[in-house]
């Protein structure tokens, strides 16, 4: 199972595990998975203004993203943020025995 955890007030994700649905490379919610995932690290990086780190660990099926946005970019990173998030909860409302997620709300 992909276990997804996102804190919309300190703007990290962290996703992990394998999703378990097929075979390696056949496994359609890892896939998109891997497609989430992978748009947000580019939007991520691509925007110097956003500050993102990242933490990929290939053995344990980590990645972690987080960003610490300069002045006025809070809202937009956010957004970004918020929209990946929107795909990970479509991915488990579709295949909720091989994604699960959590989200920190806002203080």
Request: charged content about 25%; overall charge negative.
């Amino acid at each position: 199972m992909t276990k997804v955890f996102f804190d919309n007030k300190e703007l990290v994700m962290e996703i992990q595990g394998h999703a378990g649905f097929a075979n390696a490379g056949q496994d359609i919610v890892c896939a998109a998975v891997s497609a989430l995932s992978m748009t947000l690290l580019a939007a991520a990086e691509e925007e110097p203004m956003y500050q993102a780190s990242r933490d990929i660990n290939k053995q344990e099926a980590l990645i972690r993203v987080s960003c610490c946005p300069e002045r006025g970019y809070m809202t937009r990173c956010r957004e970004m943020f918020r929209t990946i998030c929107i795909g990970f909860e479509l991915l488990h409302m579709e295949y909720p025995d091989f994604v699960r997620i959590e989200v920190s709300e806002c203080s």
